[in-house]
């Protein structure tokens, strides 16, 4: 099973930056989503964007309230994958988790990185994002 441990969180300013990191050890499946979710109390999971990392190339995708700030990257030969925040607004604080699915074939973007929580496996240990106004 596949382990993930994310880094990178702190506090920001609003319009600042800060890059998240998810690096995954143990069996890491290919052809499988790598997802940042956003959590903050009384809510759940909110999927911010994935990464499908699939065997004949990698597709990105972002939630609407994301889309031109946040750029999700990966780096193969360290099993990282990167959440890239720019512009950071006070409602993008919250606790920001690292998720993975069994491998997905197929479909579209609801299908390979869905935004159901549920349909993911593992996950990291969350890191905490602030962003005062």
């Known amino acids: 099973q596949v382990e993930l441990v994310e880094s990178g969180g702190g506090s920001v300013q609003a319009g600042g930056s800060l890059r998240l990191s998810c690096t995954a050890s143990g069996y890491i499946p290919s052809n499988s989503c790598r997802a940042w979710f956003r959590q903050v109390p009384g809510k759940e999971r909110e999927r911010v964007g994935g990464?499908?990392?699939?065997?004949?190339?990698?597709?990105?995708y972002y939630g609407d309230s994301v889309k031109g700030r946040f750029t999700i990257s990966q780096d193969n030969a360290k099993n990282t994958v990167y959440l890239e925040m720019n512009s950071l607004k006070a409602e993008d604080s919250g606790t920001y988790y690292c998720a993975s699915t069994r491998p997905r074939f197929g479909g579209d973007e609801m299908w390979l990185c869905p935004l159901d929580f549920h349909a993911y496996y593992t996950w990291g240990q969350g890191t905490q994002v602030t962003v005062s106004s």
């Open positions: 990464i499908y990392l699939g065997s004949d190339g990698d597709r990105t």
